[in-house]
C-alpha cells in the first residue's frame, strides 16, 4: 500500500471513529427507550448537508471573530452536543422505564451537530487532492476503509451495551454519554485555547510514553473521550467539571417528583 492510500484511511478513520461511537452509544439509549434509530438516516442528511455548507463557507466563517472563527465555531459545535448528551442523560435518568419521544430528537440533533463537526473535517480533507487526480483512487479505497473501520466498531460498541443486563446497560450508556460529552469540552477547550479566548498554560502531564495518541487505544481513547497524551487545565478543569454536571443532572432527575403532592396545614 502507497502512503495516500494509508494517510486516506487514518485520517477518515479519526473523524468517522469519533461519530460512530458517539452514535452507537446513541442507538443504544435510544432502544433503551423503546424507540428504534428512526432519527438516525435525517440525522446523517442533515449533518452531511450543513457539513458540506460549512466547507463552502469555510472562508468567510474563518474571518470571523477577528480570524479564528474556525476554531470558534468549531468549539461552539462541541459545546451544543454536549448539551444535547446533557438533555438525553437527565431522560435516561428521570423515566426508568420508558423515556418519552423527545430523547429521540435530542439523539438526532446530536448525531447531526457531530457529522457537520466530523464531516466538515473529512470534506477539507478530500478538497485537499483536488490537483492530485492520480491519488483519486487510492483516496477513495482509503476513504471507504475507513468509514467502513469506523462505524463497524461503532456498531460493535452498540451491541455490546444492548447485550448487557438491562440493570447495567442504561448506567453504562449514561456513563459512556458523559464521558463523550467531557471528550467535546476537552477538544473545545483547547480550540479556545487556539483562538486565545482561554488564556495557554503548559500540559499538566504528558502520557505519551504510557499511552500515545497515534497507537490504536490512543485513537480509540481520543474518539470516544478526548484522550490526549499532554491535556492542559483547561482541558483538563472543564472536562472534569462537565462529568460532575452530568452527575448532578442525572441524580437531580433520577430524584425529581413525577406530581407534588398537596401540602395538608
Known sequence: MNSPLIEAVLVVLREVLEFALLVGVLLAASAQAGAR????????????AGAWAYVVS???VSAWFDGVG???????L???????????????ARHRKRPPAALGWLAGAAAASAVTREGSEVLLYLSAFQ????????????????VGVGFSTGALLYYLLRGLP??????ATQLLLALAGAGMWSQASALLVQADWLP???PLWDSSAILPEGSLPGQLLYALIGYEATPGPWQVGLSAASLVLAAAVAGVAARWPFSRRPRHD
Open 37 to 48: 434509530g428512526r432519527w438516525l438516516p435525517a440525522a446523517l442528511l442533515a449533518g452531511l
Open 58 to 60: 469555510m472562508g468567510t
Open 70 to 76: 474556525y476554531e470558534v465555531v468549531n468549539a461552539a
Open 78 to 92: 462541541q459545546i451544543l452536543v454536549y448539551a444535547l448528551l446533557l438533555g438525553i442523560i437527565g431522560l435516561l
Open 131 to 146: 490537483g492530485r487526480p492520480q491519488a483519486l483512487g487510492d483516496l477513495l479505497l482509503g476513504t471507504v476503509l475507513g
Open 166 to 171: 438491562r440493570p447495567v446497560a442504561r448506567p
Open 200 to 202: 495557554a498554560h503548559a
